[in-house]
C-alpha cells in the first residue's frame, strides 16, 4: 500500500469538499451569485495548486520519517520555493480571469510556513504509527484524541483559508467591482471559517464512529 498516495488522496478529497461547500454557501450572498461562476473556477484553481503543494508536504513527511528524523530547516524552505514554483502555475492558470495578481509573499508565507510545519507533524506522525497500526482509523486513534484530531483538521482548514483571505489582497478586480474589495474577502474568509469548523466536525466523526471507545 502506497501511504503516501493515500494520505495525499485523503487530504486532496478534503480539500476538494472543502473549496466545493464554500463556493455553494458563498452562493447565499447576492453579489456572489452575480460572480459564482467565475469565482468557482478561481477557487477550483487555487484549491487544485493546494492539494500539489500539500502532496510535497506529505511526501516530504514521508521521507523524513524513514530517516527517523524531522524534516530539518533545509526541507521547509525547499517547500516553501515549491510553493512558489506551484504558484507561477497558478497564476498562469489564473490569467482567463478579468483580474490581476501579484502575490506578496512578504504577507503569506507566514501563514504557509506555519500550515507546513504543521502538515509535516501530523504527517509524520501518523507515518510513523501506521507502522504498527494497519488500519488508518486505528492509527488515527492511536495518534489524537477525537478533540485534538478535530482540532488538527480544523486548524489546517482555517490556516487556508487566511492564506486565501491575504491573496485576495493581491487581486487588483475590475474597478466595478472595487467598492465591495474588502466585503468580499471578508465574506470569502467569514464563511471558510464556518465551513471549515463543520467539515472538521464531520470527518472526525467518520473517522471515530467506529473505533470503540477507550
Not at 447576492?30 to 478561481?42: E, G, K
Not at 527517523?68 to 504558484?87: N, V, Y
Request: glycine residues 2%; contains cysteine; proline residues 3%.
Amino acid at each position: 500500500m502506497d501511504k503516501v498516495h493515500l494520505l495525499s488522496a485523503m487530504s486532496g478529497a478534503m480539500m476538494q469538499e472543502f473549496s466545493a461547500r464554500t463556493a455553494a454557501r458563498l452562493g447565499d450572498y447576492t453579489l456572489f451569485r452575480l460572480l459564482l461562476p467565475v469565482f468557482q473556477a478561481f477557487l477550483d484553481i487555487n484549491v487544485r495548486k493546494e492539494i500539489e503543494k500539500d502532496r510535497l508536504v506529505i511526501a516530504c513527511a514521508a521521507a523524513a520519517q524513514r530517516a527517523g528524523s524531522a524534516p530539518p530547516e533545509a526541507d521547509i524552505q525547499r517547500l516553501l520555493q515549491q510553493a512558489r514554483d506551484i504558484d507561477r502555475t497558478f497564476l498562469q492558470q489564473a490569467a482567463v480571469f478579468p483580474v490581476s495578481i501579484h502575490i506578496e509573499y512578504h504577507d503569506i508565507e507566514q501563514i504557509r510556513r506555519r500550515r507546513i510545519e504543521r502538515l509535516l507533524a501530523a504527517a509524520g506522525r501518523l507515518f510513523a504509527q501506521w507502522e504498527v497500526t494497519p488500519r488508518f482509523r486505528a492509527t488515527v486513534a492511536q495518534s489524537y484524541s477525537r478533540a485534538q484530531f478535530e482540532s488538527l483538521l480544523r486548524e489546517i482548514l482555517e490556516l487556508y483559508s487566511a492564506e486565501t483571505k491575504m491573496l485576495s489582497r493581491s487581486v487588483h478586480i475590475p474597478q466595478i467591482f472595487n467598492f465591495a474589495r474588502d466585503s468580499l474577502s471578508d465574506t470569502v474568509h467569514t464563511v471558510m471559517v464556518s465551513v471549515a469548523k463543520d467539515l472538521a466536525g464531520e470527518l472526525t466523526h467518520k473517522v471515530y464512529r467506529r473505533v470503540p471507545s477507550s
